[in-house]
């Protein structure tokens, strides 16, 4: 059974740092771009970042440029999202999400998607 497992979210104080990691299993990553999705409590669901399945394409949504950088391993299956300089409104139940044909930032696009990882920013 595909599934996609993120992990790495904790409670972190403002300007700290958090690495997320999304490691599939029952598919392989390698034909798959890679979105990575957050969700605050009452907002909707909002892109944060996406990666194209051979890692030569990453894109940021404007209010993590500079801060947040994604990539991949497809040797170990995973793709991984370096948080820096997290800040309050970064707090979030962080998502990643595989597609086969889609890179982007609409949620429909996807086909598999994970539990979900908190993150919380405060001091």
């Known amino acids: 059974q595909e599934r996609l497992v993120e992990s790495g979210g904790g409670l972190v104080q403002p300007g700290g740092s958090l690495t997320l990691s999304c490691a599939a299993s029952g598919f392989t990553l390698d034909d798959y771009a890679i979105g990575w999705f957050r969700q605050a409590p009452g907002k909707k669901r909002e892109g944060v970042s996406c990666i194209s399945s051979s890692g030569g394409g990453a894109y940021y949504a404007d209010f993590v440029k500079g801060r947040f950088a994604i990539s991949r391993d497809n040797a170990k299956n995973t793709v991984y999202l370096q948080m820096n300089s997290l800040k309050p409104e970064d707090t979030a139940v962080y998502y990643c999400?595989?597609?086969?044909?889609?890179?982007?930032?609409?949620?429909?696009?996807?086909?598999?998607w994970g539990q979900g990882t908190q993150v919380t920013v405060s001091s």
């Open positions: 999400a595989a597609s086969a044909k889609y890179l982007g930032y609409s949620p429909w696009g996807y086909d598999y």
